[in-house]
């Protein structure tokens, strides 16, 4: 199978950008922060490590921090779905 390269459609990917940039390091710390529980797995364990005071802390500029990384989660779930389709 041959894959073509189309530029416009790379520089439209989420990560590109200095914003987008933050949105994935803030994404590596949450997962982080996750993988150190023992239940990393469970909703609640999730939610608490999204609302934690570290997010806020290390990224003080970010308006809505839950949200971001809901954002990052519909993205990889989109990625996901396409991986699937091919």
Known sequence: MVF???????ARLPFLLPLDASLGIA?????????????STSPVVKDAVK????????FPHAEDFRADLEKAFMLWDGVRVVHLLL
Do not use: I, N, Q, S
């Open 4 to 10: 073509t390269v189309d530029a416009d459609a790379f």
């Open 27 to 39: 994404m590596k710390h949450y997962l982080d922060e996750l993988a150190a529980h023992a239940e």
């Open 51 to 58: 609302d934690e005071d570290g997010p806020r802390k290390w």
